[in-house]
């Protein structure tokens, strides 16, 4: 954070700098002002005034400051390149110069449109004597619409003016002062003249009305990045979003993810070669930040646009893989157990390693178990049994191991299944389990009751 200390003129114009990056034009020129209350000749400051003025559309006050900048630093070719795009996105509003002659001097083009504005406003301020009549001189009428736009607010009072003035017996009375109504009438309506003028001057009609356009185009201009700064960018948001999320932070880490999907979104495909696999990622992220919201039916969603997105390239099984793995995660989550089975089921071709193998196998027997189908259950369990052996990884042999177990006793299998619970005690003290020890004891003497009611029913028959 830029610290700031009174009356520094140097962090003025620098956080003004930061504010126009950041699109806060306002504070932007508010700062660049501050800057030079106490120096008006501070270049810098003259410099970011000039361009939050340009940024903002307001060009020929743009060219003002940069002109100023330019007569005191000629030396800094930024003030001369300020000119060229003021002048330019001058011409651009008000469209072919060809009707337009301006001597090439510098500066001369405000100047001179300033000596006309003073010229028109010395013609609209009537100074009526007593002998003067009460009629005003009507100049070339303006159009309403943009008369309106100029004035805002005040065009009301001014239809009320001019309304008042077709009231002949009012405009020949006078005030207890002695001063004629038509005098306050005809300066009021050269006061609003005046500012129509000067609002003109201001913000002239013709840069309204294509400022939205420009603007647009400037942002869409400002937007492209350098290919390192969008890299920079990328990595650091999806950090942050992976950071927020194994903080216990989901709607945070959902929330930034949807932020930098709308900025990615408003990318070109030049500047993000790769945007439809991190608009996947993107959509990945949010939907496990979803699914520990257990906003369910919205991670399912997110979750197939990361597919969807995933399946429109061909070069990219890893994605449609790691997108089939979450979709059936939130299947078995909603209890919906045959949607995930046919999900998983589908990503295991696209399975590299034993490990992974071992915990997809694990997830359809469990799946399978759920539904009430012993039999699939237990092959699934074998066959994630024995990847957990070849990968070498006890845990997951422990969890393979109580899953045949389980359906073993499903099936009524008791003999089977006793000797599968006591494989997994064996795994569980291997790896210090005390939980999981307490379990499978359980288990296996709820199996060994079930065996011994079983012989005594065969030896009774």
């Known amino acids: ?15 003004s700098k930061c504010y126009l990056k950041l699109g806060d034009t306002e504070n932007s020129l508010k700062d660049a002002e501050a800057s030079l209350q106490n120096d008006k000749t501070f270049s810098k400051g003259l410099y970011q005034k000039a361009e939050a003025l340009y940024t903002m559309g307001d060009f020929e006050f743009a060219l003002v400051f940069y002109h100023r900048g330019y007569r005191l630093r000629p030396d800094l070719q930024k003030f001369k390149l300020g000119i060229e795009k003021s002048q330019e996105a ?13 001597e090439n001097r510098e500066d001369l083009c405000f100047i001179s449109r300033q000596a006309e504005s003073k010229k028109e406003n010395q013609k609209l301020q009537i100074k009526l004597t007593k002998d003067q009549k009460w009629t005003r001189k009507e100049g070339p009428a303006r159009n309403p619409k943009t008369e309106r736009e100029l004035l805002g607010e005040l065009y009301a009072d001014k239809a009320y003016l001019e309304k008042l003035l077709k009231d002949k017996d009012l405009m020949a009375s006078s005030t207890k002062q002695g001063t004629k109504v038509a005098d306050l009438v005809l300066s009021g309506i050269s006061y609003l003249d005046t500012r129509g003028e000067f609002w003109q001057q201001q913000k002239p009609i013709y840069a309204r009305v ?31 979003i992976d950071m927020l999320l194994t903080g216990d932070c989901p709607e945070e880490s959902c929330k930034k993810a949807e932020r930098v999907l709308k900025t990615i979104q408003g990318w070109s495909d030049d500047e993000v070669p790769n945007k439809n696999q991190l608009i996947g990622n993107l959509h990945s992220c949010i939907g496990n ?26 070069d990219l099984p890893d994605t449609v893989s790691r997108a089939l793995d979450n979709i059936g995660r939130v299947y078995a989550r909603m209890g919906k157990f045959q949607q995930a089975i046919d999900t998983w089921e589908e990503k295991i071709p696209m399975a590299k390693s034993s490990l992974e193998k071992t915990w997809l196998f694990h997830e359809i027997g469990r799946c399978y178990l759920e539904l009430n189908k012993a039999e699939p259950a237990q ?14 990884d006890v845990e997951w042999q422990l969890h393979a191991t109580v899953l045949v177990a389980q359906a073993q006793v499903k099936l009524k299998d008791y003999r089977s299944a006793i000797m599968s619970f006591e494989k ?31 012989l005594n029913k065969r030896r009774e028959e």
Request: one cysteine or more; hydrophobic letters at 40%.
């Open 424 to 454: 997994a005690l064996e795994k569980a003290k291997l790896i210090h389990d005390e939980a999981a020890q307490k379990t499978i004891i359980i288990a296996l003497d709820d199996a060994s009751r079930s065996f011994i009611e079983e």
């Open 210 to 240: 294509r400022e939205h356009k420009l603007r647009q185009q400037r942002w869409i201009r400002d937007k492209k990045q350098k290919p390192a700064e969008v890299a920079r960018y990328i990595v650091k948001s999806m950090e942050d």
């Open 1 to 15: 954070a830029l610290k700031l200390r009174a009356g520094d003129k140097h962090c003025l114009a620098a956080r």
């Open 90 to 102: 001058i011409v651009n509003c008000i469209g072919s110069p060809s009707s337009v002659k301006l």
């Open 289 to 314: 930040a979803q699914l520990e919201m257990g906003q369910m039916e919205a991670a399912l969603q997110s979750h197939k646009m990361d597919l969807e997105f995933a399946r429109q390239k061909v």
């Open 379 to 392: 092959n699934y369990g074998e066959k994630s049994l024995q990847s957990a052996g070849e990968e070498g």
